[in-house]
């Protein structure tokens, strides 16, 4: 009974993390514009095996040094935190942040699964 037991255990326990462990997100590189302080902004995103792997902003009107900070602070943590949620906009580049975090939110929409 106690064999039979572990055995059940260790088989739910393999269900459940390998339940966990899927992937998130459809492979592939998405675009979405959102609208940023200076005017449009392009983001390109790549995903491979799943997982956040690349943010790039491929067309903007936003101030060199405002996009630089975003680029340096914000898609940093989008990719590590592998979404939008609980994202620090970066401070003096506000409305920058916001349409970076909007166009990729809308970005992971398009790739869910």
């Given amino acids: 009974m106690k064999k039979l037991m572990l055995i059940m255990l260790i088989l739910i326990s393999t269900l459940s993390f390998g339940?966990?462990?899927?992937?998130?997100?459809?492979?592939?590189?998405?675009?979405?514009?959102?609208?940023?302080?200076?005017?449009?902004?392009?983001?390109?995103?790549?995903?491979e095996n799943g997982k956040i792997t690349?943010?790039?902003?491929?067309?903007?009107?936003?101030?060199?040094?405002?996009?630089?900070?975003?680029?340096?602070?914000?898609?940093p943590q989008i990719i590590s935190k592998q979404g939008v949620e609980e994202v620090d906009t970066v401070s003096g580049a506000t409305k920058t942040s916001e349409a970076v975090i909007e166009a990729v939110g809308e970005i992971l929409d398009q790739a869910s699964k």
């Fill in 54 to 75: 690349d943010i790039k902003v491929l067309e903007n009107d936003e101030t060199p040094a405002m996009l630089k900070a975003v680029e340096e602070t914000l898609i």
């Fill in 19 to 47: 339940a966990c462990s899927g992937s998130k997100y459809d492979d592939g590189k998405y675009t979405a514009e959102s609208f940023g302080n200076g005017g449009d902004i392009l983001i390109e995103a790549n995903i």
